[in-house]
C-alpha cells in the first residue's frame, strides 16, 4: 500500500483520559486503563467488545490478553508495541495501529498508555533501563534529566540558543493547564519568581524545566476512516506518521553526531513529505517536553525555526491560544497538564481539532503531535480534521 493510499485512511473516533496526581491512582493499573478505553468508546459510541486490536509503546506493562476480559473482547487480531524507552515511540504507535486497519488485519484499534506508581514504579528508572551502560554510569549519569541537562547546554552555549526560551515555553503550557479543569496545574499560573529560582534538578533545569509523571492512563480508538463517520463523535484523520532514526543518532555513549538536536530532523522531513503538509500550515502542536530545553530542540528540528531565529518564534505569546500563532501543548503539556507517558498530548490532539479543547484554537483544521525527544528513536504524526 502506498503512502498516498495510507494518508486519511484511518480516523481517531473516541478518546479516554483518566489522571491522578502520582501515587493516589483509586485502582491498579489495569483497572485504571480499562476504565480508559471504555470512555474512550463511549465517545465514540462503540463497543468496547468490538475493539480487536491494542497498540503501545514505552515498555507499556498491560499485555492485551489481560484486559480482554474486562472488555468483553470478542477477537483479538493484533497487538504491538513501539521499542525504545522513553515517550519516543507515542506517535509511532499509530503507525502500528493504522497499518493494522489500512491492510485488514484489525478494524478497531486501540492506542494506549498506562502508569501507575504503585504497579509499574517510577518512569525514569524504566527510561534507563534503556540507557545505563558502563560508560554512563561510571561518569555519574544516572537519570533522564542529567543526560538531557547535557544535551541542553550544548543547545545553549554552543548554538547560541537563549535560555529564556525554555521560559516562554514553560509559561505557555502553565497557561493552558491553568485554564484547563482537567489538568494538575488548572486555576494555578505559574510563578515566574518560583520558576525562576527553583531547586536544581541538573543544571540548566530547575525544577519546572521538568516534567513531573502522574498516575493515570489514556486511550485513543482508531477505524477506518468511512467507518468513523458513522459514529458518535467528529473524526480525526491521522494524515502521515514517520518513526526511527539515521546515521549518528541512537546509543551511542551520549556521543550523537547532531548532539543538541532532538533527533526528530529526519523524521519531520519524511513526514513533511508525506503529507505535503509545511511547517507554516500546522494550526497546533502538541510537543512532548519531557524538559524545557528538549522541547524547544524539536520545535527547531521540525521546521518551525532554526538557531538563529528561534527566539522569534519560541515566545510567550506566539504560543498561547487564543491568539498565538503557533499554539502548543493546549491542555498543559506534560508540563501543567499530567505526564502519562505523554498519552495526554495525543488525546488534546483529538480534542483540538474537534473544537473541545480548554484552550480552543479556532479554524484549526492540523495539529502535529511530537513524541519524546532525544530518545534512541523518535515519531512524530500529523492528525487533521476529516473536512481538510
Known sequence: MSLENFRGAVSVAGVGLRQYKRGTAPLPEQGVLVQAIVDACEDAGFDPADIDGFASYGDDNNEPVRLMPDLGTRELRFNAQMWGGGGGG???????AAAAIATGQAR???VFRALVQSNSGRMSAAVMRHHLNDHLVGAGL??????CALRAQR?????KVP??????LVRASYYHGSRNPDATAFGQTLDLEAYREGRWIAEPFRLFDCSRESDGAGALLLVSAERARDLRKPP???LGVANGTEKGWGDLCENDLDYASAGFKPIARRLWQQTGVTPADVDVVQLYENFSAQGVASLIDHGFCDYQNVAEVVRYENLIAPGGKLPVNTAGGNFADGFVHGIGMAVEAVRVLRGESANPVEGAKTCLLAGGPGAPTVSSALFGRDDL
Not at 91 to 96: E, I, N
Open 90 to 96: 507515542i506517535a509511532g504507535a499509530f503507525g502500528l
Open 108 to 110: 478497531a484499534v486501540v
Open 142 to 147: 544516572l537519570a533522564p534529566a542529567q543526560i
Open 155 to 159: 543547545l545553549y552555549e554552543y548554538h
Open 163 to 168: 535560555k529564556s526560551v525554555a521560559e516562554e
Open 236 to 238: 480525526v484523520r491521522l
